[in-house]
């Protein structure tokens, strides 16, 4: 597990990964707000300029935002793979995480 501070950290650290060839991370749990960057531009930026597919790099967004439906379809159209409110489950978090990794693994294996 790797964790970024800020939300441009997390972008230097996923184009670090991808420049030196490395294997990015299984998933990305990403919060909303962060210092720096939102988790809306850090996703934007994965998606956008990085390239990555939602099979390539999942994306988890987490935030205690409300009204949570407009924060879920903002994080969606910035290019979540999926969302979570807090307080959130933490039994939920890991399933959402399992099922994210494990589609990601059976499309590279395809």
């Known amino acids: 597990v ?7 950290q997390a972008v230097k650290y ?3 990964k991808l420049k030196s060839g490395e294997r990015l991370p299984d998933a990305v749990l990403l919060d909303i707000q962060m210092p720096g960057m939102t988790g809306f531009e850090v996703c934007e930026e994965i998606r956008k300029r990085m390239g990555l597919s939602h099979i390539e790099l999942p994306i988890i967004m987490v935030s205690a935002r409300v009204p949570h439906e407009l924060s879920s379809m903002e994080a969606y159209k910035k290019g979540a793979t999926d969302y979570m409110s807090k307080p959130f489950d933490i039994q939920l978090l890991r399933h959402k995480i399992v099922v994210a990794v494990e589609v990601r693994r059976q499309s590279q294996s395809a």
């Not at 790797?2 to 441009?8: K, T």
């Open 2 to 8: 790797d964790c970024a501070m800020d939300g441009l």
């Open 14 to 16: 996923l184009e670090s």
